[in-house]
Every structure is written in structure tokens, then in C-alpha cells.
């Protein structure tokens, strides 16, 4: 059985290209635009990981809390990673207070986010 992650972005680009390198490492990977869409995906399927955008609608938006907060209380066994390009120390504080594994800024090189997923998929069991 693959490993499954949840990749959650408003961009496009950002979700294919995570996609088109999380696969060949072996991982299945589904993606979602917008927050109902990643918590519907959530309540259905066991991910091992969440990776999402702390912002899907806006530059005020923080809708990336929101999926760690439904994350912890729904499916507390997925690991979560927090990206940003509008990163804070209150925004930091806040998503470690909700239980949020690692809190990244955005752009990280994807060899960089595959070897902290690999950590956190590793060190969950």
C-alpha cells in the first residue's frame, strides 16, 4: 500500500509540481484547490500527510489553520506541513499551537520538503 499525501494550494503550479515529485518517490498524491474541497478529501481518505498552503482565498485569508485544526480533531494520526510566503512569528505560534508538525516558508526547494515529510512519516508510527 502507497503512502497517501494531501496537497492543498490555490495554485496550480505549485500542485503539480509537488505532485510530479512526490510520485516517482513512491507516494500517492491528491490535490485540492480550496478548503472544502481538502476537508471533504480529509473526512473520506487516511492521508499520512497534509501539506497546505496557509492562504486559499486572499492575502488575509488563513484557511491553512483552519485544515490543521479539522486535521487534529478528525484524522490526528496525518502529519501536517504549513507553507507560507507571508509568514509571521504570531502566524508561526499559532499554527504550532494547533498542533501543525513543521511551519515552512515559501519558495522551499521540493528535495527540502520531501526529506521533512520523509521525517515526519517516519517518526509518526
Known amino acids: 500500500m502507497s503512502t497517501r499525501i494531501l496537497v492543498v494550494d490555490d495554485e496550480e503550479p505549485i500542485l503539480s509540481a509537488v505532485r510530479e515529485y512526490f510520485e516517482p518517490l513512491g507516494y500517492e498524491v491528491d490535490c485540492a484547490r480550496e478548503l472544502e474541497e481538502a ?13 497546505a498552503d496557509l492562504r486559499l482565498t486572499g492575502s488575509q485569508s488563513a484557511e491553512g489553520l483552519e485544515l490543521v485544526r479539522f486535521v487534529r480533531e478528525r484524522s490526528p494520526w496525518t502529519r501536517t506541513i504549513l507553507l507560507t510566503g507571508f509568514g509571521s512569528v ?36
Open 39 to 51: 476537508e471533504a478529501l480529509l473526512a473520506h481518505v487516511r492521508y499520512a500527510l497534509l501539506i
Open 90 to 125: 504570531e502566524v508561526e505560534t499559532e499554527a504550532l499551537g494547533r498542533g501543525v508538525d513543521a511551519f515552512l516558508q515559501k519558495p522551499q526547494p521540493l528535495g527540502h520538503l520531501a526529506s521533512i515529510a520523509e521525517e515526519l512519516m517516519r517518526t509518526a508510527g
